[in-house]
């Protein structure tokens, strides 16, 4: 099965800068959208942003002109480009990649999460 491994969380600063990437730990058939998710303590897990498989990004409007979405086909990977950060986006981020397993079947693979602190 496949496996999403995330990296790059920890403490920043308001105003600072984190980069997230996420992994799949082998090929997968077809990558039909990749997406970062978050949750904070005692809130639902929210969508922050996606990349579709023709590239186009798409973002939550609390981040839209701060965080960037990438991704590299080649290496089955997705980043999140995280600047001007703020106390409010202190949350445990997760990527989802929406895949085809074959043409019939499709499938959501979540990573395990990776923690980002924002504080002074």
């Known amino acids: 099965q496949v496996q999403l491994v995330e990296s790059g969380g920890g403490l920043a600063q308001p105003g600072g800068s984190l980069r997230l990437s996420c992994a799949a730990s082998?090929?997968?058939?077809?990558?039909?959208?990749r997406g970062w998710y978050r949750q904070a303590p005692g809130k639902q897990r929210e969508w922050v942003a996606m990349?579709?498989?023709?590239?186009?990004?798409t973002y939550d409007a609390s981040v839209k002109g701060r965080f960037t979405i990438s991704r590299d086909n080649a290496k089955n990977t997705v980043t999140l480009q995280m600047n001007n950060l703020k106390p409010e986006n202190t949350a445990v981020y997760y990527c989802?990649?929406?895949?085809?397993?074959?043409?019939?079947?499709?499938?959501?693979?979540w990573g395990q999460g990776t923690q980002v602190t924002v504080s002074s």
């Open positions: 990349v579709g498989d023709s590239g186009r990004t």
């Open positions: 082998e090929s997968i058939f077809r990558i039909l959208i």
């Open positions: 989802k990649y929406k895949t085809a397993t074959n043409e019939n079947e499709i499938r959501d693979y």
